[in-house]
Structure formats: C-alpha cells, structure tokens
C-alpha cells in the first residue's frame, strides 16, 4: 500500500522589537546572561505587564502579508505550566481568540532546474492555507553542561524571557518534506523583507515544529499526528520529516498503530525520539490574562499598516519577469532572499542592464560566496563594484572573458576593476591598427591555412580568432576582432 504524508508547521517568529512584549528591556541577542532582565520579565510578584505596541504592529504587519484576517479585538491567555525557564510559572500567550485568523502562502512545488533557456522554470505553485498567527512571550533559555545528573550544572539565561514572538500555524496541507522546506523558505524569506524578524534559525530567531501524519493513499481522513520539535535548520525540517515519515510508514506495516505524541530530532544520529506522549501532554489551563485589557485594532490601524508594507518576493519576482525580462527562475533565486533582491536593485540602480546584472550575480557571485559559505551581506563585491565593473564590459573596455578573471580578483580582494585593469595592464585593445597588425602576423605564420580558409574550409576562421586572442593574451575587442579578419581573409 502506499502511503501519503501529510504534515502542519507551526513556526515561531522572534520579532525585532526594540523592547521585549511586557516590559522595556533590551531583546539583543547574545548579551551576558541576565543582563537584559527586569521584575516585569522575571515575574516577580507585584508587577504588571505592559504591551508593546510595535509588537502588535509587526504581527499585523505579518498576518496582513499572509492575507490573514485581523480581529478587532484578540486576547491574551494564560497557559500555565511549570520549567524553571518560564518564572511567572505562565506564558502570556493567545488562546480562543488569537489576533489573526485564516490567509495562506502560495508556495512553489517545482522548483525549476537550473539550466537557464526558453520556456524553462515556471514552477506550479501550491496554496498551503493558515490556521492562525497569535502573539505570545518567548521563555528563557537553560544552558546545560556538563552531565545532567553528575558532574553537570543547569544554568538559566532570563534574556530571552519576554521576548515578543508571534506563532505561525499551518492547515495539514503540506505533502512532502520538501514541501514543507520551501514553505518554511518562502515563510522566512517574507518575514524579512517585513522586517520583523531575522530569520536566523540558528540562533532560535525562527523555530518550526512539525506535525507529521500518514494516511493510505485515497483516504480522506488524517491519520494520528506526531509533533517533532528541536530542528534548527531548513536541513533538519526537512531530514526529521522525511524520518518520522519513514518511521511512521513502517510501524503501520509492522501492524503496529501511531500514537499520538511529542517528538524531539537529534542531529547527530538523524532520529527522532519519543518526549511525551499524548497522556502525558501538558494541561495548560489556559484563562484570559486578567493583567491585559483585550488587544483593540481599529481599521484604521489596519490600513495605515497595510499602506506600509513592501513589495514582497510574488510581488518583487513577477515584476523582474515582466518589467526587467528575467526568466521566472533567474527571477526566483533573486528574490528568494531579501539581501539578493537588494543587491541586484542597487546594482541596476547604478548601471542598468538587468540581464547581465542577473547573470553575473547568479552564476559568478553566489557561486563564490557558495563555495566560502558567505551571505551575500558579506561579499567584498558591493554592487557599487559589480556595477563598474558591468560599465566597462558594456563600454566594451572588457571581455567577457577577462572580466570573469577580474571579478575573481575583485571578490577576493575588494579592489575596483578599473584599478586592477589597470594595475595587470588588462586593459581591453580596442585599437583597430593594433588588432589589425597582430592579425596580419598571424596570416603570415599560417599561410597554408589560409590557402585551406580561401579554398572553402571556414572553420578555420576560429583557428585563426584563437591564435589573435593569444597573441594578445585574450585583450583583442572581440567584436573589431572579427570583423577585421573577415575583412582581412576576404581580400
Ligand atoms: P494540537 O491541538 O495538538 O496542537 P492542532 O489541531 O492545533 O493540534 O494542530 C496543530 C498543527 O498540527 C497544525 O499545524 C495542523 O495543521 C497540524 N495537524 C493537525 N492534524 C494533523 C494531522 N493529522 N497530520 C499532520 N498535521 C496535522
Ligand atoms: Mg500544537
Ligand atoms: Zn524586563
């Protein structure tokens, strides 16, 4: 039999608040441990918390991006449990009436193959619809050395204690692992360019638990969940999916039945592993926050933050394709990341031949950034670089040949490739006498191939191209170059 998967994410977003959700401390990450910690995010009794404004605002902002639907009026709810990471002994969290309800993300299920040509990469594209997005407070964070239980030591870090986060949960409509990694992709890439958070999900700035289930392939009916938690990678996402996909199909063929229950993924064998199971689940004996009046936003707020948002990757892609005349993959890789799309605007910005920019920050630059594991935030090459370099190839100064050697030199170094030109003594032989006179020492050394040229065998004019470009270690203008040997062969 065969078997469909069938997985739900539900991603939290640390939002770049200034200030944490309830008080006014600091939320920089990496600061000393309890150094950005106050009696408001620390619980001590007799304090009260006070809500972030800017907080809600990014998450409309989110929820508005996603096409969500904002309520008028969301409230915040208690969910009490007990970890020595949480000192209210409380989340302050959204329960029954969460500030946004429904929109959805239009994923790409194809993802084009990179060849670039005619026709090519126009993905299909899949719609995977949201539960919810609801506000809440983030824990702090246990530091564990040593051994638990022995020698080890448990430390507490209260800084991310309040941090404002927002919860992001999908409908089951995701049916693959890679499905869901170019929804976690798509959902990073937007929260981005909104500027509300980071994304960076080695640092816990965007974290995903996945629900996974399988179902006979036809049914209609869900089969039981599991939740794996503790991934902190696109890569993981994916690898713990396709694991407890592979786990689950084969217990049920094993005759044994799924139980409902909390898994964690662990990198280092690439496993999950049983946390809890359902009878053991928390009991959060949710009740409204008595200490928050319910959170008002008025349609006016709404529109003045809709007004606000940017143009967004669907938006920034479609108008590469049709206004610059991008191919849809070319187009794709660059709004995939904010910092790309940024990079090939202000490139364009300074010199603007879309096409070639594109090309050669697709195929040159992000390979070398590739190859030493950059974010293009850390390229030596700026697009004031790329751009004056892109100047002197369409002045024709620069081959496309010699400029490949002298971007190679620009992104190790940094330098501008006028100066480098300048210093290799590059520069491109645009003089036609010049061209001409290495030109007739060539037809001097080959007067037999030249008999072989009159005589009928064409190809030999690239023999004759490639001894020129020798001789002038590859300066020689191409264009001069050729017509000037016709001309030359033809008399
Ligand atoms: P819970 O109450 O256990 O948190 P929810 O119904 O709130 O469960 O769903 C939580 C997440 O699990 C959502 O992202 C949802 O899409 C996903 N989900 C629900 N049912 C299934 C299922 N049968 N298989 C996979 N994912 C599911
Ligand atoms: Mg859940
Ligand atoms: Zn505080």
């Known amino acids: 039999m065969n078997y469909e998967p069938v997985i739900g994410l539900e991603v939290h977003a640390q939002l770049k608040t200034e200030t944490k959700a309830f008080c006014s401390c600091p939320t920089r990450f990496g600061a000393q441990p309890n150094t950005q910690i106050c009696p408001v995010c620390l619980g001590l009794p007799g304090t009260l918390p006070v809500l972030n404004r800017r907080m809600v605002e990014f998450a409309i902002r989110t929820a508005l991006a996603f096409h969500g639907e904002i309520s008028k009026d969301s409230v915040f709810a208690r ?76 430390f507490v870090d209260y800084n991310r204690a309040g941090v404002p986060l927002i919860e992001i949960v999908s409908e089951p409509d995701l049916r693959s692992p890679e499905e869901a990694g170019s929804y976690l992709r798509l959902l990073r890439s937007v929260v981005q360019y909104l500027d509300v958070c980071d994304g960076n999900m080695e640092e816990g700035s965007l974290r995903c638990d996945a629900n996974v289930s399988v179902r006979p392939e036809g049914s209609e009916k869900y089969g039981t969940k599991v939740e794996v938690k503790n991934m902190n990678s696109f890569k993981s996402v994916e690898a713990a999916i396709q694991y407890e996909i592979d786990r689950q199909i084969q217990a049920i063929a094993a005759g044994e039945r799924i139980v409902q229950e909390t898994r964690l993924w662990d990198a280092d064998p690439q496993k999950t592993f049983s946390m809890r199971s359902k009878e053991e689940a928390h009991d959060y004996r949710y009740f409204p926050e008595p200490d928050l009046i319910p959170v008002m936003v008025d349609a006016a707020w709404i529109e003045k933050v809709q007004g606000g948002l940017p143009e967004l990757p669907d938006a920034k892609r479609r108008r590469f394709v049709e206004a610059l005349e991008l191919s849809h993959y070319d187009a794709s890789v660059l709004v995939s990341s904010k910092s790309i799309a940024d990079f090939f605007e202000k490139t364009i910005a300074i010199y603007n031949k879309p096409k070639m920019a594109s090309n050669w920050i697709l195929s040159e630059l992000l390979r070398y950034l590739h190859e030493e594991g950059r974010g293009i935030e850390q390229s030596r090459v700026t ?77 030999l004019f690239g023999f004759f191209v490639g001894e020129v470009m020798k001789a002038t270690r590859g300066q020689a203008n191409p264009q001069k170059l050729n017509t000037l040997l016709k001309t030359k062969l033809s008399s």
């Open 383 to 459: 697009p004031q670089l790329l751009a004056e370099m892109l100047r002197m190839i369409g002045d024709g100064a620069l081959s496309g040949k010699m400029a490949k050697e002298i971007f190679k030199e620009v992104y190790q170094t940094g330098a501008s490739a006028v100066s480098i030109v300048e210093k290799k003594g590059l520069k491109q032989v645009t003089d036609e006498s010049a061209i001409a006179q290495v030109i007739d020492q060539v037809l001097a050394k080959h007067p037999d191939k030249v008999q072989d040229y009159k005589a009928g065998k064409e190809k």
């Open 79 to 154: 969910k009490n449990y007990f970890y020595p990471d949480l000192p209210k002994g409380y989340q302050i969290s959204q329960y029954d009436r969460p500030l946004a309800v429904g929109g959805y993300l239009d994923i790409e299920t194809k993802v084009p193959s990179p060849p670039r040509g005619e026709g090519q990469g126009e993905g299909a594209t899949r719609r995977i619809r949201l539960v919810r997005i609801h506000m809440e407070e983030d824990a702090g964070k246990l530091i564990h050395e040593g051994i638990p239980g022995s020698e080890g030591s448990s």
